[in-house]
C-alpha cells in the first residue's frame, strides 16, 4: 500500500447497523486493512451507536431535525469527517438525501449499499416492488456515490433467486446477508487502491466494470 493509502473510514448510519457491525468485525480480524475512525448516525436512537460503542468506536450523532437545511447538515457532516481525517466514507443504512456539499468532497471515496439489483428499484420499498414486478432474481448493489440518487456507478453486484412463497421481509433477511459480505469486499478494493472512480465510471484493477458492476461470487477477492 502507499503512503497515501485510503485507511480511515467514516460510517454514516441511521438504524441498525448489521452492515456496520461487519466493517467492525472485518477491520478487527484484520481483513480490511482499515481504521474506523468514526461512526456518525443522524438518529439518537439508532441500534448501530451501541454496535459501534461495544466495538470501542468513537461515534457522534449529528441530528439533522437541529439544521435549517439540507445543505448545512451535510456541512456538520463534511466538518466533522474532516476533524477525524476520515479517507473514505461508507454510507451503511444512511437514510438521508444527500446534497454537493458532502458528495464532492468525497466523490470517488464515498460508497454506499442498496438492497436491489441497481439500477433497478433505486429509492425504497425494493423488495417490495420486486416481488411485485415478479422479478426471479433479487439482490444487492455496492455503488460509488454521485448526485444520482441511487445511481452512481455500481462496483459490486450479489444476485440471489427470489423463491415462490418469498415475502419482503424473507427476501431482505437473503438480501442482507449478501450486503454482509460485498460491501467490506468492495470497500477492500477502494482502500487497497484497486478500485477508482474515473469520468463517472468504475474501474477495477485498470479495467472499466460493466454497467451493473462486478457480479459476485464465492471466491472473488
Ligand atoms: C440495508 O438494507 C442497506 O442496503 C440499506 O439500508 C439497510 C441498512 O441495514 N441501504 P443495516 O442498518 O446495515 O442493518
Not at 474532516?82 to 464515498?110: C, K, N, S, W
Not at 487502491?193 to 461470487?217: I, Q, T
Request: net charge negative; charged share 20%; hydrophobic share 40%.
Amino acid at each position: 500500500m502507499s503512503e497515501a493509502a485510503l485507511t480511515r473510514l467514516g460510517i454514516l448510519i441511521s438504524g441498525t447497523g448489521s452492515n456496520l457491525q461487519q466493517f467492525i468485525d472485518a477491520c478487527a480480524c484484520g481483513e480490511l486493512a482499515a481504521t474506523i475512525a468514526l461512526v456518525i448516525s443522524n438518529n439518537p436512537e439508532a441500534e448501530g451507536l451501541q454496535r459501534a460503542s461495544r466495538g470501542g468506536l468513537t461515534t457522534t450523532c449529528i441530528n439533522h431535525r437541529e439544521y435549517e437545511s439540507r445543505e448545512a447538515f451535510d456541512q456538520a457532516l463534511v466538518d466533522t469527517l474532516r476533524m477525524h481525517e476520515v479517507d473514505i466514507v461508507i454510507l451503511a443504512g444512511f437514510m438521508r438525501i444527500l446534497t454537493p456539499v458532502l458528495i464532492r468532497p468525497y466523490l470517488g471515496r464515498m460508497l454506499n449499499i442498496h438492497p436491489s439489483l441497481l439500477p433497478k428499484y433505486p429509492g425504497l420499498h425494493t423488495h417490495q416492488r420486486a416481488l411485485a414486478a415478479g422479478d426471479t432474481e433479487a439482490g444487492a448493489t455496492v455503488h460509488f456515490v454521485t448526485q444520482e440518487l441511487d445511481g452512481g456507478p455500481p462496483v459490486l453486484q450479489a444476485r440471489i433467486p427470489v423463491l415462490s412463497g418469498d415475502t419482503a421481509g424473507r427476501l431482505a433477511t437473503r438480501v442482507s446477508k449478501m450486503e454482509h459480505i460485498i460491501y467490506p469486499l468492495a470497500t477492500r478494493w477502494l482502500v487497497a487502491g484497486r478500485l477508482v472512480l474515473v469520468n463517472e465510471g468504475a474501474c477495477l484493477d485498470g479495467e472499466p466494470l460493466p454497467p451493473s458492476g462486478v457480479s459476485y461470487s464465492e471466491g472473488l477477492v
